[in-house]
Nanobody, 122 residues
Framework: VQLQAFGGGLVQPGKSLRLSCAAS????????IAWFRQAPGKEREGVSC????????YYADSVKGRFTISSDNAKNTVYLQMNSQKPEDTANFYC????????????????WGQGTLFTVSS
């Protein structure tokens, strides 16, 4: 299983950005893909996850109402739409997956993509 995260960059406060995570090597649809972020000097934090099987989603309280996770199962790609960005959203974003998992606990997942840096600054 391999994951590739992309779409990071620099945005101004209040603007929007969408991250993508492309998965390959999945052996069934019984996977969830989760997004995590790690801000400078802070621990990694679970942001959101989505089940590829039934589309069930879950969000951390810190992003509810601003972030939306979605999936295109035909492309095995998950998206994270991030709106109303704040400087404190600046972080490296990672996507992760594993079969039969659905969690924002990072130790749940064996497979991780490389990080994509997202910076919110004026």
């Amino acid at each position: 299983v391999q994951l590739q995260a992309f779409g990071g960059g620099l945005v101004q406060p209040g603007k929007s950005l969408r991250l993508s995570c492309a998965a390959s090597g999945l052996t069934s649809d019984d996977y969830a893909i989760a997004w995590f972020r790690q801000a400078p000097g802070k621990e990694r934090e679970g942001v959101s996850c989505i089940s590829l099987n039934d589309g069930k989603t879950y969000y951390a309280d810190s992003v509810k109402g601003r972030f939306t996770i979605s999936s295109d199962n035909a492309k095995n790609t998950v998206y994270l739409q991030m709106n109303s960005q704040k400087p404190e959203d600046t972080a490296n974003f990672y996507c992760a997956t594993d079969e039969g998992r659905f969690s924002l606990w990072d130790r749940t997942y064996r497979y991780w993509g490389q990080g994509t840096l997202f910076t919110v600054s004026s």
